[in-house]
């Protein structure tokens, strides 16, 4: 049974270390569950001809965004007569900022489904974020136009301002793509991948931010689904970037990890915490002095909790 040893260096809190069995069960390698399922990815079929209807539906739904502003600058200046002018106009810009957004999420997905080349930087900048370039045309016309009225009283100017000014920055902030992707970044990443497996096919899983090559990487080691899919079916998730320890191969990364330690502490021993994935050659690294309970091991032990990043601190 694991052991217990009470640690009272330098840090302020006692600390219990227990001592990991021994095990060298191949199956139990890096702890991984063994009832993971791992769901492949459907097909949905062509991607340009997807990614192509969501761009004409996108479309679609900006062009009657701006035709709710414009029935609210035709109440505006009293072009026609329906209702009382100023929860008309409200509700107009608020059904024209309802038809805006779905449309601008519509076509940052298209992009990362199909995404354009990044030769031609600005026009790539212009693409990505057209959203955010019509979200101007869809408020700030508006926005002058309630300005310039001499109808309304302050109050009821300053409250349309107000929710045409926060419309016009929830539009365009929420279509500004944050992680646009291009034809070639996407096409290097099928290479890699390629390269290392012979195959298009990575792994993640629902929170990963990072795609796999590796179906047993440590970093499932608590994911009960792991799906698999193409690099271009992660980069539709925005999964974007590869995980470079299991490109590099995780027996490589563990067989450094081992030579490492051993010639920096003299021996094959290293300590971890529940939480995390950092392990750490220092029993008493500050990183590790908020825990009451550290684990010790080898590198092997570590890999197989999990526990497959050199602490920061100590590199
Ligand atoms: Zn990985
Ligand atoms: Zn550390």
Redesign the pocket.
């Known amino acids: 049974m694991a052991k217990e040893t009470k640690n009272s260096k330098s840090t302020k809190k006692e600390k219990t270390i227990v001592k990991v069995e021994h095990n060298d069960e191949k199956k139990e390698k890096y702890g991984l569950d063994e009832n993971r399922r791992i769901v492949k990815i459907e097909d949905k079929g062509d991607r340009k001809e997807r990614a192509k209807s969501k761009r004409i539906f996108a479309i679609v739904l900006w062009v009657l965004a701006i035709a709710c502003e414009v029935f609210g600058i035709l109440r505006l200046t009293d072009k026609i007569t329906w209702l009382d002018k100023v929860p008309f106009v409200i509700g107009a810009i608020v059904l024209d900022l309802a038809f805006f957004i779905p449309g601008s999420l519509l076509w940052k997905k298209a992009n990362h489904i199909d995404p354009i080349s990044e030769k031609n930087k600005v026009g790539f900048w212009c693409w990505n974020n057209l959203g955010t370039i019509l979200s101007v045309l869809a408020f700030l016309p508006i926005i002058i136009f309630v300005l310039t009225n001499k109808d309304l009283d302050k109050k009821d100017k300053s409250i349309v301002t107000i929710v045409a000014v926060v419309a016009l920055l929830a539009a365009g902030i929420s279509s500004y793509d944050f992680n646009p992707v291009s034809s070639e970044q996407l096409n290097d990443a099928q290479k890699e991948v390629i390269a290392k497996i012979g195959e298009d096919k990575v792994y993640w899983a629902k929170t990963s931010k990072k795609y796999h090559v590796d179906p047993d990487c440590p970093a499932f080691s608590r994911s009960e689904e792991v799906y698999e899919g193409t690099v271009a079916d992660a980069y539709e998730r925005n999964i974007t970037d590869p995980c470079r320890r299991c490109i590099d191969s995780l027996e490589d990364a563990e067989k450094h990890a081992k030579e490492e330690v051993t010639e920096k502490t003299g021996e094959n021993k290293v300590y971890w915490t529940e939480k995390g994935t950092t392990y750490?050659m220092?029993p008493d690294?500050s990183?590790?002095a908020n825990s009451d309970k550290i684990y010790e091991g080898t590198v092997e032990e570590a890999f197989k909790a999990g526990k497959v990043a050199e602490?920061k601190?100590?590199q």
């Open positions: 750490h220092d690294c990183a590790l602490c601190k100590e």
